[in-house]
Nanobody, 128 residues
């Protein structure tokens, strides 16, 4: 069973940066699609960024975070990162990572369905 543990959340002022990490452990049989999602209080969980790693590496971003967030994967460290720059108060949310056996098209949709493993989340709070 794949275990995902997020870390790196915290409180920052608008314009600041944070780097979230998602450590992958347990089974070595992990899906090629890793996603970062967030859920603000009172709102539905939404996809933020995804990375598909197979013969090629493809990355995907929600429009709201393009040019500000960067997703990367270090296979040697079994870790996926989400570098978040130019943070805004509307980025405040609990952030989750997830792993799934999704193809590139499904991975690019940044939908919450189809992921087999989820982390417990890390809180990001951005103050104005």
């Amino acid at each position: 069973q794949v275990r995902l543990v997020e870390s790196g959340g915290g409180s920052v002022q608008a314009g600041g940066s944070l780097r979230l990490s998602c450590g992958v452990s347990g089974s070595t049989y992990t899906g090629p699609c890793m996603g970062w999602f967030r859920q603000a209080e009172g709102k539905q969980r939404e996809g933020v960024a995804g990375i598909y790693t197979a013969d090629v590496t493809l990355t995907y971003y929600a429009d709201s975070v393009k040019a500000r967030f960067n997703i990367s994967r270090d296979n040697a460290k079994n870790t996926v990162y989400l570098q978040m720059n130019s943070l805004k108060p509307e980025d405040t949310a609990m952030y989750y990572c997830a792993n799934g056996f999704l193809g590139p098209n499904r991975c690019s949709e940044l939908g919450t369905g189809g992921y087999s493993s989820w982390g417990q989340g890390t809180q990001v709070t951005v103050s104005s």
